[in-house]
């Protein structure tokens, strides 16, 4: 399995520009989340998904479109990139939340620069 | 509100010496713990969690935590520190109405030879 993966490692954008970041998942996990991590704030939630066809927003969803066509991907759109966005994201999966089951597995991140 | 705070946003041990990297929560209902583990230029992974079945849960690596609810406490142990250690930690609760999960800032821990 290759778990969580996560396009592109790395990327530099111009402020306006738009861009997706890809997520793919091989454990045929319901659930699925983009995070964003910044220094000293932990992770903040964007947007999650708990099957195909079903997304709902997170704590800072504001700049940011997803979709879930399948149960693999779920990319997330960076619709007119500002420099507030820079950022490392993370994308999760997991089986449905279950509180005593509960485990996220989380892919290797983008590193994300807007100028 | 249920919240996590973690004291400490930077640690550092020496080598052989005893991690207690510190994590208090606050929640209305019984909580479910998390410790994650990110190693530099990494995804986050489980360390360990707490579901109520008992109060000292061990995880990964010789990591330990113990839960203690009169402290509101969940606070992370390993008896020894080894260079491999050095990675930011993170402390999460499980948010009660929708089961995602709520994030503490994190603290690095820096282990000196």
């Known amino acids: 399995n290759a778990g969580v993966t996560q396009t592109p490692k790395f990327q530099v954008l111009k402020t306006g520009q738009s861009m997706t970041l890809q997520c793919a998942q091989d454990?045929?996990?319901?659930?699925m989340s983009w995070y964003r991590q910044d220094p000293g704030m932990g992770l903040r939630l964007i947007h999650y998904s708990v099957g195909a066809g079903i997304t709902d927003q997170g704590e800072v969803p504001n700049g940011y479109n997803v979709s879930r066509s399948t149960t693999e991907d779920f990319p997330l759109r960076l619709l007119s990139a500002a420099p507030s966005q820079t950022s490392v994201y993370f994308c999760?999966?997991?089986?449905?939340?279950?509180?005593?089951?509960?485990?996220?597995?989380f892919g290797p991140g983008t590193r994300l620069t807007v100028t | 509100a249920q919240s996590v705070t973690q004291l400490g946003s930077h640690v550092s041990v020496s080598e052989g010496a005893l991690v207690l990297l510190r994590c208090n929560y606050s929640s209305s209902v019984p909580p479910y713990l998390f410790w994650y583990v990110q190693y530099p230029n990494q995804g986050l992974q489980l360390l360990l969690k707490?579901?109520?079945?008992a109060t000292l849960v061990k995880g990964i690596n010789g990591f330990e935590a113990e839960f203690k609810k009169s402290e509101t406490s969940f606070h992370l142990t390993k008896p020894s520190a080894h260079m491999s250690d050095a990675a930011e930690y993170f402390c999460a609760v499980v948010r009660d109405s929708n089961y995602q999960l709520i994030w503490g800032a994190g603290t690095k821990l820096i282990i000196k030879p």
């Open positions: 454990m045929n996990h319901e659930y």
């Open positions: 999760a999966s997991s089986h449905i939340p279950i509180r005593d089951s509960y485990e996220q597995y």
């Open positions: 707490y579901t109520s079945a």
